[in-house]
């Protein structure tokens, strides 16, 4: 039987809740309907989802399917989406027409491959989008209330309590529940909270007389916890590194460029988690002084990002860098991936409107043209690399418009390639590391389980677990 974690409102927290209950409910089977997010990942068959899908997935022993989240919105600028749907691209829309006239007709097809799972899984877990009380935007849902009306899913609300007024967002959900949508709701979680939780026994005494529904877990806000983010509403938040009460070993200093269409940043995920990796994204051209790595990121909308990059000073900083790396004045690694590899470019034509109209300049690190073409490139792919720091193959996918000279660049400490993932493989990550005199080999599969494990621990002692298990029975 499946059971659905809906919130009050956007990055409650619901993601990483239902990573931790595919971990606990192991082989689980994660579902949202529709995920907005420019943080995609490829499936084996070449399907794009969102990344908080796949990453749900892996933690439950999956592995990473279309159907999980049958539709994706990326967005391209302020009023275009690229709408994929089961995995494909149905090109890029304006938000009104697709919130107007392909919502209506996607909504039924989300059912049917929802339905379809439900004959052949025993534990599916739906993730809500979004605030699940959005009215203005209920009546071709197919995400939040209405998935669990059609399928008589009971469901949990959860709210964010950092942000404050938790108990007036939780009444207000509650009061804007139909009848039946009320007979399905199963209880509430707090996410988030600092300190002491008995603080809030009087708020939740008030929640559950008001509703008739337990409060069945209060969960502390991780200040060091380091799970992946779901989309760029993370970056603001401060990550912390490892407390080290020893001498302070030398750390690598990568900094990433961030663009306001960053896409893909699941990439940078491992050295998020090392023990040896300084990391952080780079908001100002001075970010990027005195760093060992500098990567310019995914986008999806390259023109956009690039303007973006001459007009906050960040293309002249990263040319100076650039020129100062390839003379030899500088031991920095400059690295551009898929979108952020393009910039690097002399020129870059979009005949289709797929991201901008006509040419641009690139940033002319790398001589060379590249045209965006109205098909994606999608697939998994290994390729044999030879750079300063390490030389074999690499494996990676690629996802992007741009048809480009090479399909990656190494001269010197200039490195760029169209191919995401390839940091999630330890080898080459690892030769990064050592090629700045920090002699540490990491397994990005136990970073991953530490976080992961702790995050899990921390639900289970939090969270009355068994009013979610007795649903599975």
């Not at 939780?197 to 529904?213: A, N, V």
């Not at 490892?242 to 750390?251: A, V, Y």
């Not at 690097?344 to 797929?354: C, G, K, P, R, T």
């Not at 190494?410 to 080459?428: C, K, N, R």
Request: proline share 3%; glycine share 8%; hydrophobic share 40%.
């Amino acid at each position: 039987m499946p059971v659905a974690i809906l919130a009050t409102e956007s990055d409650a927290g619901k993601t990483h809740l239902v990573s931790a209950l595919c971990r606990i409910f192991h082989s689980s089977f994660p579902f949202k309907g529709q995920n907005m997010s420019l943080n995609a990942f490829l499936t084996d068959d070449s399907g794009e989802i969102a990344f908080a899908q796949a990453y749900q997935s892996l933690v439950s022993g999956r592995n990473p399917a279309r159907e999980m989240n049958p539709v994706l919105l990326k967005p391209v600028d302020k009023n275009r989406v690229d709408v994929i749907f089961n995995g494909r691209s149905l090109g890029v829309k304006s938000s009104y027409e697709y919130w107007s006239n392909i919502k209506k007709s996607i909504r039924d097809r989300v059912f049917d491959i929802f339905q379809d799972i439900i004959k052949r899984e025993k534990r599916i877990i739906v993730e809500g989008a979004g605030s699940c009380s959005e009215i203005n935007m209920k009546e071709f849902d197919f995400s939040n209330l209405n998935l669990c009306k059609r399928f008589d899913i009971p469901f949990f609300v959860v709210s964010d309590i950092e942000r404050g007024g938790v108990f007036g967002k939780i009444v207000g959900t509650y009061e804007l529940l139909e009848k039946k949508e009320r007979e399905l709701l199963a209880g509430f979680i707090i996410n988030k909270m600092y300190g002491d939780k008995s603080l809030l026994k009087e708020g939740i005494d008030f929640i559950e007389k008001r509703t008739g529904r337990r409060i069945i877990g209060v969960i502390p806000y991780l200040e060091d916890l380091k799970l992946p983010e779901e989309d760029s509403m993370g970056f603001s938040r401060p990550k912390f590194s490892h407390l080290n009460f020893g001498e302070e070993e030398r750390k690598l200093k990568i900094r990433v460029v961030k663009t306001p269409y960053i896409s893909n940043f699941f990439d940078f995920y491992p050295f998020v988690l090392s023990y040896y990796v300084d990391f952080s994204w780079a908001f100002s051209p001075y970010d990027l002084d005195n760093a060992d790595v500098i990567i310019l990121p995914g986008s999806r909308n390259v023109f956009y990002d690039l303007e973006f990059l001459r007009k906050s000073g960040f293309a002249e900083k990263i040319c100076k860098l650039a020129g100062e790396i390839k003379s030899g004045k500088r031991k920095s690694i400059l690295i551009g991936i898929c979108g952020g590899y393009e910039m690097m470019f002399d020129e870059i034509e979009d005949n289709f409107s797929i991201e901008g109209v006509g040419k641009t300049r690139g940033l002319g690190i790398i001589k060379g043209k590249v045209y965006f073409a109205p098909e994606k490139t999608l697939g998994w792919k290994t390729i044999n690399l030879q750079t300063v720091w390490f030389s074999g193959p690499v494996r990676g996918f690629n996802m992007r418009h741009g048809i480009l000279p090479f399909e990656f660049f190494s001269e010197g400490l200039v490195f760029g390639t169209s191919l995401h993932a390839i940091f999630w493989q330890d080898d080459f990550r690892n030769s990064i590391i050592r090629f700045f005199g920090i002699d540490k080999e990491e397994k990005f599969s136990e970073l991953f389980e530490r976080e992961i494990s702790r995050w899990t621990e921390c639900v289970k002692n939090n969270v009355d677990i068994s009013e979610i298990e007795r649903f599975f029975d």
